[in-house]
């Protein structure tokens, strides 16, 4: 695992940065958490490569504040989404 920032989805609603990183710290440092709002998932960015592995390895599909969370490793953002270019091609007709 290269990237030290994972994916944490089937996030309950009610789940907060400050319990995110407390779960998440017992598998090592910290440096990042966020959560999007009203989608149910987040950001959680840890220290080293090592400690992220055992993160994810340890949490996924582990129960968390009653969902079974998924965690994987966070994928680059793209900087061109085709499906908005497909909403503003269609609404042009």
Known sequence: MQECRLYVGNLA?????EEL????????EVKGVSIIEGKGFGFVEMADPDSA????????GK???????KVNEARPMKKDRPRD?????????
């Open 53 to 60: 592995r055992n993160a994810k390895d340890s949490l996924d």
């Open 13 to 17: 609603y009610s789940a907060t940065k």
């Open 21 to 28: 990183e407390e779960l998440f710290r017992q598998f090592g």
């Open 85 to 93: 270019n497909y909403r503003r091609n269609y609404n042009r007709n």
């Open 63 to 69: 129960e968390f504040k009653s969902r079974s969370i």
